[in-house]
Nanobody
Framework: QVQLVESGGGLAQPGGSLRLSCAAS????????MSWARQAPGKGLEWVSG????????YYADSVKGRFTISRDNAKNTLYLQMNSLKPEDTALYYC??????????WGQGTQVTVSS
């Protein structure tokens, strides 16, 4: 069955960096666009970034553009999110999802990112 397992979250200071990973299994990873989304406490789900199946194009929410970088390694069935210049408002549970923005059909369990001094 489809499995998406996120890792790499944790506590970071403002201005710091974290790299999230998402290990995918149970489907042909290279055949699907993938996304990262997040949910902050008390708020709705926010799409963060997306990437084409072959990695040829990437998309970002305005809130993270210029600070976050999405990438993928289809040989390793792994999706990444490099997060730099972190802000307290980036604190959220980060999810890896199969599909493009608004068209997700599978989710991981999420990894917590907390940005605080």
């Amino acid at each position: 069955q489809v499995q998406l397992v996120e890792s790499g979250g944790g506590l970071a200071q403002p201005g710091g960096s974290l790299r999230l990973s998402c290990a995918a299994s149970g489907f042909t990873f290279s055949g699907y666009a993938m996304s990262w989304a997040r949910q902050a406490p008390g708020k709705g789900l926010e799409w963060v970034s997306g990437i084409y199946s072959d990695g040829s194009d990437t998309y970002y929410a305005d809130s993270v553009k210029g600070r976050f970088t999405i990438s993928r390694d289809n040989a390793k069935n792994t999706l990444y999110l490099q997060m730099n210049s972190l802000k307290p408002e980036d604190t959220a549970l980060y999810y890896c999802a199969r599909g493009s923005k608004g068209e997700y059909n599978y989710w991981g369990q999420g990894t917590q990112v907390t940005v605080s001094s």
